[in-house]
């Protein structure tokens, strides 16, 4: 999984929260373009896009993955502060998949990361 | 004409009737005199008259003795001297009341002359008398010629004396009727210049006077209306001030105006900044407010001590506090600024009020605060926002049991109210509040215990539950009686009962993933008019519509069939694609618009665009589109908008069948 996010604290929380997901190798990208670079090597599972980042914004980098046909099929999951309805009905329509409000609650995240990342294969349960 | 202007109001009313007073002195003046001239003719008359009376006694007199003596001498019987004694007796006083009623000096001279003559007379008289005696014939004769010479002479005198008076009362009467012609004259011409002047005053008075008022009248009214004054003949009168308090008023009015649109600018300005401010850090806030959630949650789910795991859970409790209130301030934010978007559904209360009973339970079992609710058997529903609704509800509750006295009760109770309403209830059993408090729980940030500090809170939770249930066509009801406790009220537009026979279509339940609304008794469908050029998009409202019973869909490629389709489908929604093959989308809207205007229907257009840039929203709002919906189409905004258009409709058509049965049926063309 790719996570975009420049807030270091965010990061450090979502590593957390993987542990509860093993099979969940995470990605970091701390600014658009690398979000792009990154996106394009390594085409994860899921990409989970927040949208206020500095440079590229959060919506262009959407719609740049979305229009590039290696990673297009990649399922976007954005992230924002804005719970307004009209950015998360633009979002939706630009092609993302869902679209989770800051702060999210800690069950609603791994639903998200259990609907995108299926385990390869089984290894272990994680609780 | 300045002159007359410059004069005060009260001068030119005086100066007005000066001529028609002047006039009636002179006439009344005229008369007077003629009057004083008549009288001084009557006693002269009268003077004329005793005169000319006394000397006829006086000629008497002597004509009697006259007589008497001729007889005497003729006949030489004493008997006729008894007249000529008794005139002899009598005419020394006749002639003293004769020398009496003379009052000229004409006349004075005359009499005296006249008692000459009557002395002379009588004298001779006597002469002839003793003549008699003495038996001296020539001169009885002499004597008896000079009596006659004498009374002629006394006769003509006392005729001239007698003429003079009449004369002069004739010479009165002449001058009395040429002093009354000229009276007359001075009358007529007194009063028609008197009354000539007079109407020119009042005409030069009351036409200024009017003209004037109606002058400031306009001004006046201009001031009101904000309008540059008209320019006013400067002058010194009382017009004059009160042209110039008018334009003072002007003056400190545009300078009013321009200070308050000044302020209102500041204020619009600063709300802006206000809002945008908040928006942007309560944005910025949930970033850090992320973390700590999350890890707090983490947290929770680690082995932990009892007491860290208690610490967690504070944290946690601490972190979901704040979030809910970011999420109040820029709910308030957005509705201030109008930005705040509802999706307004069918809502079951039942459903919901047992939802959120269940998640207050806890905060009220902590606070020892009772809560329970009526269980209602009809299935009741709302049109509402459902999260915003559930907002309002659980900002009621937990107001309720914050507010409330320890081992309190709060209730929770629906109803219909009629057959358009819902009210919800939440029933406290705390302080209560006075009418002054209830003005005060609505206005934002004012808390009525901010002093107190005892109850956490912003003081924006009411206010916010109250704007966001007008957002949705509803109101709160507040009643309260201090000392026992306050109710809050939520009414809501019902959205009529749950039919068990409609079947949801398995288009509708595929394209929505939700029930279909209740349908409707309808014989009467509902018109869309589609105006789209993309094929894609008509097949999907194709589809959209055709699981609806009772709506009839209506599609034009291009502008000009929708314009032309529009007068005889009449639909009740028109939905437009501003993007056209034949006319720009703005037209096709002004015409349609006119065609709704001159058919005398309000038909709701609403716009269908892929351009969602808020210049061509708000461009196509300010010219009335009823609504603005952005490709690709949300189908359930749609659903709830045609949803509460038919419903409108139903109620106007049922309302009008009511009142006019025999209403011509205006579909029937189709």
Same mark, same amino acid.
């Given at each position: 999984?790719?996570?975009?996010?420049?807030?270091?604290?965010?990061?450090?929380?979502?590593?957390?929260?993987?542990?509860?997901?093993?099979?969940?190798?995470?990605?970091?990208?701390?600014?658009?373009?690398?979000?792009?670079?990154?996106?394009?090597?390594?085409?994860?599972?899921?990409?989970?896009?927040?949208?206020?980042?500095?440079?590229?914004?959060?919506?262009?980098?959407?719609?740049?993955?979305?229009?590039?046909?290696?990673?297009?099929?990649?399922?976007?999951?954005?992230?924002?502060?804005?719970?307004?309805?009209?950015?998360?009905?633009?979002?939706?329509?630009?092609?993302?998949?869902?679209?989770?409000?800051?702060?999210?609650?800690?069950?609603?995240?791994?639903?998200?990361?259990?609907?995108?990342?299926?385990?390869?294969?089984?290894?272990?349960?994680?609780? | 004409?300045? +002159? +007359?202007?410059?004069?005060?109001?009260?001068? %030119?009313?005086?100066?007005?009737?000066?001529?028609?007073?002047? =006039?009636?002195?002179?006439?009344?003046?005229?008369?007077?005199?003629?009057?004083?001239?008549?009288?001084?003719?009557?006693?002269? =008359?009268?003077?004329?008259?005793?005169?000319?009376?006394?000397?006829?006694?006086?000629?008497?007199?002597?004509?009697?003795?006259?007589?008497?003596?001729?007889?005497?001498?003729?006949?030489?019987?004493?008997?006729?001297?008894?007249?000529?004694?008794?005139?002899?007796?009598?005419?020394?006083?006749?002639?003293?009341?004769?020398?009496?009623?003379?009052?000229?000096?004409?006349?004075?001279?005359?009499?005296?002359?006249?008692? !000459?003559?009557?002395?002379?007379?009588?004298? $001779?008289?006597?002469?002839?008398?003793?003549?008699?005696? =003495?038996?001296?014939?020539?001169?009885?004769?002499?004597? #008896? %010629?000079?009596?006659?010479?004498?009374?002629?002479?006394?006769?003509?005198?006392?005729?001239?004396?007698?003429?003079? /008076?009449?004369?002069?009362?004739?010479?009165?009467?002449?001058?009395?009727?040429?002093?009354?012609?000229?009276?007359?004259?001075?009358?007529?011409?007194?009063?028609?210049?008197?009354?000539?002047?007079?109407?020119?005053?009042?005409?030069?008075?009351?036409?200024?006077?009017?003209?004037?008022?109606?002058?400031?009248?306009?001004?006046?009214?201009?001031?009101?209306?904000?309008?540059?004054?008209?320019?006013?003949?400067?002058?010194?009168? %009382?017009?004059?001030?009160?042209?110039?308090?008018?334009?003072?008023?002007?003056?400190?009015?545009?300078?009013?105006?321009?200070?308050?649109?000044?302020?209102?600018?500041?204020?619009?300005?600063?709300?802006?900044?206000?809002?945008?401010?908040?928006?942007?850090?309560?944005?910025?806030?949930?970033?850090?407010? $992320?973390?700590?959630?999350?890890?707090?949650?983490?947290?929770?789910?680690?082995?932990?001590?009892?007491?860290?795991?208690?610490?967690?859970?504070?944290?946690?409790?601490?972190?979901?506090?704040?979030?809910?209130?970011?999420?109040?301030?820029?709910?308030?934010?957005?509705?201030?600024?109008?930005?705040?978007?509802?999706?307004?559904?069918?809502?079951?209360?039942?459903?919901?009020?047992?939802? !959120?009973?269940?998640?207050?339970?806890?905060?009220?079992?902590?606070?020892?605060?009772?809560?329970?609710?009526?269980?209602?058997?009809?299935?009741?529903?709302?049109?509402?926002? /459902?999260?915003?609704?559930?907002?309002?509800?659980?900002?009621?509750?937990?107001?309720?049991?914050?507010?409330?006295?320890? &081992?309190?009760? !709060?209730?929770?109770?629906?109803?219909?109210?009629?057959?358009?309403?819902?009210?919800?209830?939440?029933?406290?059993?705390?302080?209560?509040?006075?009418?002054?408090?209830?003005?005060?729980?609505?206005?934002?940030?004012?808390?009525?215990?901010?002093?107190? &500090?005892?109850?956490? &809170?912003?003081?924006?939770?009411? /206010?916010?539950?109250?704007?966001?249930?007008?957002?949705?066509?509803?109101?709160?009801?507040?009643?309260?009686? /201090? &000392?026992?406790?306050?109710?809050?009220?939520?009414?809501?537009?019902?959205?009529?009962?749950?039919?068990?026979?409609?079947?949801?279509?398995?288009?509708?339940?595929?394209?929505?993933?939700?029930?279909?609304?209740?349908?409707?008794?309808?014989?009467?469908?509902?018109?869309?008019?589609?105006?789209?050029?993309?094929?894609?998009?008509?097949?999907?409202? %194709?589809?959209?519509?055709?699981? +609806?019973?009772?709506?009839?869909?209506?599609?034009?490629?291009?502008?000009?069939?929708?314009?032309?389709?529009?007068?005889?489908?009449? *639909?009740? #929604?028109?939905?437009?694609?501003?993007?056209? *093959?034949?006319?720009?989308?703005?037209?096709?809207?002004?015409?349609?618009?006119?065609?709704?205007?001159?058919?005398?229907?309000?038909?709701?257009?609403?716009?269908?665009?892929?351009?969602?840039?808020?210049?061509?929203?708000?461009?196509?709002?300010?010219?009335?589109?009823?609504?603005?919906?952005?490709?690709?189409?949300? #189908?359930?905004?749609?659903?709830?908008?045609?949803?509460? #258009?038919?419903?409108?409709?139903?109620?106007?058509?049922?309302?009008?069948?009511?009142?006019?049965?025999?209403?011509? *049926?205006?579909?029937?063309?189709?």
């Amino acid at each position: 999984m790719l996570y975009v996010e420049d807030n270091a604290d965010n990061i450090h929380l979502v590593r957390r929260i993987l542990r509860l997901r093993p099979h969940v190798e995470l990605l970091v990208a701390t600014e658009g373009d690398q979000a792009l670079a990154t996106a394009g090597e390594s085409l994860p599972s899921l990409i989970l896009l927040d949208l206020r980042l500095p440079g590229l914004g959060g919506q262009e980098v959407l719609q740049r993955l979305k229009s590039a046909n290696s990673t297009s099929s990649i399922p976007v999951v954005v992230v924002s502060g804005d719970s307004g309805q009209t950015q998360h009905c633009t979002m939706l329509g630009l092609g993302a998949e869902q679209f989770l409000t800051k702060p999210f609650e800690l069950d609603e995240f791994l639903a998200v990361i259990d609907r995108f990342c299926q385990p390869r294969e089984v290894t272990f349960e994680d609780r | 004409m300045r +002159w +007359w202007r410059n004069r005060s109001i009260r001068v %030119e009313g005086l100066l007005m009737l000066a001529a028609p007073i002047l =006039a009636l002195v002179i006439v009344t003046g005229a008369s007077l005199a003629v009057q004083a001239q008549e009288r001084s003719g009557r006693q002269v =008359a009268i003077a004329a008259r005793a005169l000319a009376d006394t000397s006829q006694v006086v000629l008497d007199d002597a004509a009697n003795a006259e007589t008497s003596m001729r007889g005497y001498a003729a006949s030489r019987d004493p008997q006729f001297l008894a007249p000529f004694t008794a005139a002899s007796r009598q005419v020394s006083a006749d002639v003293r009341s004769l020398i009496a009623a003379a009052s000229t000096d004409l006349e004075r001279s005359a009499v005296a002359e006249i008692a !000459v003559a009557v002395q002379g007379e009588f004298t $001779n008289l006597e002469r002839i008398h003793s003549s008699v005696l =003495a038996e001296a014939g020539a001169a009885e004769l002499d004597a #008896l %010629e000079t009596g006659k010479v004498t009374m002629d002479q006394l006769r003509a005198q006392i005729s001239s004396l007698q003429m003079a /008076p009449s004369r002069m009362v004739l010479e009165k009467r002449a001058e009395i009727t040429r002093l009354e012609n000229a009276a007359q004259a001075i009358e007529i011409i007194g009063v028609t210049l008197g009354a000539m002047a007079g109407l020119a005053g009042v005409a030069l008075f009351a036409g200024g006077v009017s003209r004037r008022v109606r002058l400031a009248a306009d001004n006046a009214e201009r001031l009101g209306q904000g309008e540059p004054l008209l320019p006013t003949p400067s002058s010194k009168d %009382e017009f004059g001030n009160l042209s110039h308090s008018l334009i003072v008023a002007r003056r400190l009015l545009a300078t009013r105006l321009a200070e308050l649109s000044a302020a209102r600018d500041q204020a619009v300005v600063a709300t802006q900044a206000k809002n945008n401010f908040l928006s942007r850090t309560s944005h910025e806030l949930r970033t850090p407010l $992320n973390a700590i959630l999350g890890f707090a949650q983490l947290l929770e789910m680690a082995e932990l001590a009892d007491d860290d795991r208690d610490s967690a859970a504070r944290i946690l409790d601490a972190g979901r506090h704040l979030l809910n209130l970011i999420n109040q301030l820029i709910d308030t934010a957005q509705i201030e600024t109008g930005q705040l978007r509802l999706s307004v559904d069918r809502v079951e209360i039942q459903t919901l009020v047992t939802d !959120v009973v269940t998640l207050m339970s806890p905060l009220a079992a902590a606070s020892g605060i009772h809560l329970e609710h009526s269980a209602n058997t009809r299935t009741l529903a709302a049109l509402a926002d /459902p999260q915003r609704l559930r907002q309002i509800l659980i900002n009621l509750l937990s107001n309720a049991v914050k507010y409330n006295r320890h &081992g309190g009760t !709060v209730r929770l109770s629906y109803r219909a109210c009629g057959p358009d309403d819902i009210e919800i209830s939440v029933a406290d059993t705390g302080l209560g509040l006075s009418a002054a408090e209830i003005e005060r729980v609505f206005v934002p940030f004012d808390r009525l215990d901010a002093d107190q &500090g005892s109850i956490e &809170g912003t003081g924006i939770g009411l /206010p916010l539950a109250l704007s966001l249930s007008e957002a949705m066509h509803g109101r709160i009801k507040v009643t309260s009686t /201090p &000392g026992s406790g306050s109710t809050f009220t939520v009414i809501l537009p019902a959205a009529g009962r749950v039919d068990p026979d409609a079947r949801p279509s398995l288009t509708i339940e595929r394209l929505l993933g939700r029930q279909s609304p209740g349908s409707v008794a309808n014989t009467d469908p509902f018109v869309v008019l589609y105006i789209e050029d993309n094929a894609a998009n008509t097949r999907v409202l %194709e589809l959209f519509f055709s699981g +609806w019973p009772g709506i009839t869909l209506y599609t034009a490629a291009t502008g000009r069939a929708g314009i032309d389709l529009f007068s005889g489908c009449r *639909p009740d #929604l028109v939905l437009l694609d501003l993007h056209l *093959p034949d006319l720009p989308g703005d037209e096709v809207y002004m015409r349609l618009r006119a065609e709704s205007e001159s058919l005398t229907m309000q038909t709701p257009i609403i716009v269908v665009s892929a351009d969602a840039t808020p210049a061509a929203i708000g461009r196509m709002l300010t010219r009335g589109v009823n609504d603005y919906l952005t490709k690709p189409i949300d #189908l359930r905004h749609l659903q709830n908008i045609v949803e509460a #258009l038919r419903r409108k409709k139903e109620r106007t058509d049922s309302a009008a069948a009511l009142h006019d049965p025999p209403r011509a *049926p205006a579909k029937a063309v189709l």
